[in-house]
């Protein structure tokens, strides 16, 4: 069994910068392939002061292209080489929801890693069963269907507590299968309209009652880019006041593309709550 990892409640909020593997991720400036480019984001992800890097292979973007494991897998192993080269003691996200893909990285990399499912298990049956096995923490979203699909399935009958009842039933199963520690991530962006994107914004605080870290990632997306009718390189600005409220409304950890931004949001909202 491999050793758990443990960020301690106290040390929150932090800040979880992006690693995309993918040659398809909606934002073209974080897509990393080459290993000078996947070095050097490393060390500016470090530098600009993230606690953890988040290191995807396959893209969650709507309508993004199947790939096979496989290649997911390739592309993880050839980057995690690189980052572990660079910063050996990072703190590392793995942003997959294969089981398998998952597994390989953690044995072959060590311990200290969690694993970032957008299906919260949905997508693979085994993965509950591989996280109590590996005992490391373990990030689940929410969302219907897959990538390719998720938007096609976005009605509710009462929001929020569909997506409370959600979390609650993902909680109790993995609580049942001996997983410590879970983080939650209500998904913006997936399975959602740009008004429920903002209603889950407005209710955030309502997450409260799992007493679970809780992650937001708003990083230059749709829900920004329609409100302000900007492009994607036009939208940190809507990004970091997105971060700014999601903080005031008890977020944990946010996960960017542009770290030194997120940063400073956490700087100056612990300044106002020490």
Request: hydrophobic share 45%; net charge negative.
């Amino acid at each position: 069994m491999m050793p758990s990892v443990s960020i301690q409640l106290s040390e929150f909020p932090v800040v979880m910068g992006i690693l995309n593997l993918t040659p398809d991720s909606f934002y073209a400036d974080s897509r990393k392939q080459t290993e000078k480019a996947i070095a050097e984001r490393v060390c500016q992800i470090l530098t600009e002061g993230a606690a953890i890097i988040d290191v995807g292979a396959y893209s969650s973007r709507p309508q993004a292209a199947f790939v096979d494991e496989a290649e997911e897998s390739a592309r993880l192993q050839f980057g995690l080489e690189t980052l572990f080269r660079e910063a050996p003691d990072a703190l590392v996200s793995i942003d997959t929801f294969r089981s398998q893909v998952a597994r390989q990285a953690i044995e072959r990399f060590g311990k200290r890693m969690i694993i970032n499912d957008i299906s919260a298990g949905q997508l693979d049956k085994k993965m509950f069963d591989t996280v109590a096995e590996l005992q490391v923490p373990y990030l689940i979203m929410h969302m219907r269907g897959t990538p390719q699909t998720m938007m096609q399935d976005t009605h509710y009958t009462d929001l929020m507590p569909e997506i409370l009842q959600y979390f609650s039933e993902k909680i109790d199963a993995l609580r049942q299968k001996g997983v410590q520690e879970i983080w939650l991530d209500p998904g913006f962006g997936f399975s959602k309209t740009l008004t429920q994107n903002y209603k889950v914004l407005q209710n955030l605080p309502k997450f409260a009652q799992f007493k679970l870290p809780l992650l937001v990632g708003f990083s230059r997306k749709t829900m920004i880019r329609e409100v302000l009718g900007v492009s994607t390189a036009e939208a940190l600005n809507g990004t970091t006041v997105l971060n700014t409220v999601a903080l005031m409304q008890g977020a944990d950890i946010l996960r960017v593309h542009d770290v030194k931004e997120a940063v400073e949001a956490v700087k100056l909202f612990k300044a106002i709550t020490v």
